[in-house]
């Protein structure tokens, strides 16, 4: 088969000629640049046809492809883990903005260690943690770092009960937070569900870790909390039931009200 005669396949699947492109170019290891100017080269059927099949089902690309770009680093990624999402920079960035050289961050529910590992890459000196109840996560989450040699502490269990009697500067998490009934669920049905979703309002994962926070930031500290684009206001009010002040909010790429953060003295 050549490259041509995939792409007429990818057109008869209803796959995206782009999505088509991007995933042949992988298989033969070249670029999509390389690939337009060469239709006429050979490449493996059976293979070609499993991966336009599998993006014909709507398996996310960074799952049939295996990786996903975020803040500049290549991650790993499988089912086990959420794929990052580009809205997400807007918490790494904002974490990055109140780091010091030396200061300590938690990354709760870390998944590919996306948060994590972006930060430990940009703030070197910085002590970085992160916590994943999933086994299959922290897996990819450890192998990404190996890879990327960027130092990073994990630790296996639900938010902060793993560092009990720990403080840190800043905490910061992207739970699950989208709600049980939202019907934007049906078309995430690829990635791991509790990563998405803690059910109900989608609040409760939000609601148990900022009721922890205080325990465990320093004084001073801040924690940052990346939530669903209607759900700022009662972010707010959690946060400042909890004791939380010099409370903030930044917005995501599409202009939506994306994280929220405060600060414990």
């Avoid at 799952?63 to 790993?76: K, S």
């Avoid at 001073?220 to 009662?234: K, S, V």
């Avoid at 946060?239 to 929220?260: C, I, K």
């Amino acid at each position: 088969m050549t490259v041509a005669q995939a792409l007429a396949l990818a057109r008869q699947l209803g796959v995206d000629r782009l999505d088509a492109q991007l995933l042949l170019a992988h298989l033969l290891k070249q670029d999509r640049a390389w690939l337009v100017t060469h239709d006429d080269a050979a490449v493996d059927e059976a293979l070609a046809r499993s991966l336009l099949e599998r993006r014909a089902r709507g398996e996310p690309f960074a799952y049939i492809v295996g990786e996903q770009e975020f803040h500049g680093l290549r991650l790993r990624v499988t089912p086990d883990t959420l794929i990052p999402r580009p809205d997400t920079e807007v918490l790494v960035d904002w974490a990055l903005e109140l780091l010091t050289p030396e200061a300590s961050l938690i990354d709760l529910g870390t998944g590919s260690g996306a948060i994590a590992l972006a930060i430990k890459h940009r703030c070197p000196g910085a002590e970085v943690h992160a916590v994943d109840l999933s086994a299959g996560a922290l897996a990819v989450a450890q192998a990404n770092a190996e890879a990327l040699n960027l130092a990073v502490e994990f630790h296996a269990g639900s938010w902060l009960a793993p560092v009990a009697g720990r403080r840190f500067d800043v905490i910061a998490s992207n739970p699950p937070y989208i709600a049980g009934q939202d019907p934007h669920l049906d078309a995430l049905g690829h990635e791991p569900i509790t990563a998405l979703t803690p059910g109900g309002d989608g609040l409760d994962s939000l609601r148990a870790i900022v009721a922890a926070a205080p325990d465990h930031l320093k004084p001073g500290g801040w924690l940052l909390l990346e939530h669903g684009y209607d759900q700022a206001a009662p972010v707010a009010d959690l946060l400042r039931q909890h004791g939380f002040t010099e409370l903030a909010l930044r917005h995501d790429l599409g202009g939506n009200p994306r994280v929220s953060g405060g600060r414990r003295f």
